[in-house]
């Protein structure tokens, strides 16, 4: 049973790139602002967790995923409560708290044309890279924050975006 306390993206909207210079042809683009999460569409799902794998499979890639509950407010102050995080009455920290019980891990189809934000050494300036290339940084060990994913709504339930998620 694995449980952490987190500090929100809320500070990545205070963070202004340090660099002037125009990024070159053929460049990934990037921002030091971690653009909020967008509304799911209806029938769409989201879920926060942790990339164990991501292999090519054919034309397509296979995600190993480990789910996490991504808290706020009074089930966040519960939970960490009851995990003596913090004592009755107190606040979490940045209302932010991740509840990470079970370690099953669940199977996903990512297309080619999924949308991947990463962070570049945890930073919270956003790239956007390919799942390809995200399957590089997975596979060297290189992507130890946890990711949001947006799932589509008809079989075979495709991830459509993968967004990491800053943590200070």
Request: aromatic share 8%; glycine share 8%.
């Amino acid at each position: 049973m694995k449980r952490s306390l987190v500090i929100p993206a809320a500070a990545a909207a205070l963070a202004v790139s340090s660099s002037g210079a125009a990024p070159s042809a053929g460049a990934h683009r990037s921002a030091c602002l971690q653009p909020p999460a967008q509304p799911t569409p209806a029938g769409q799902t989201r879920m926060y967790g942790h990339i164990k794998s991501l292999t090519r499979k054919g034309g397509r890639f296979e995600l190993r995923f480990d789910p996490a509950w991504w808290l706020s407010g009074v089930p966040a102050e519960r939970a960490a409560v009851e995990d003596k995080m913090i004592r009755p009455g107190e606040p979490v920290p940045n209302d932010y708290y991740i509840v990470d019980d079970g370690h099953r891990l669940l199977t996903f189809v990512v297309p080619v044309s999924a949308k991947v934000t990463f962070l570049p050494g945890g930073r919270p300036c956003a790239t956007s890279i390919s799942v390809a290339k995200l399957a590089q940084r997975v596979s060297g060990g290189k992507v130890r924050l946890g990711f949001w994913l947006r799932i589509g709504a008809r079989y075979p339930s495709p991830v459509l975006a993968l967004e990491e998620q800053y943590q200070p």
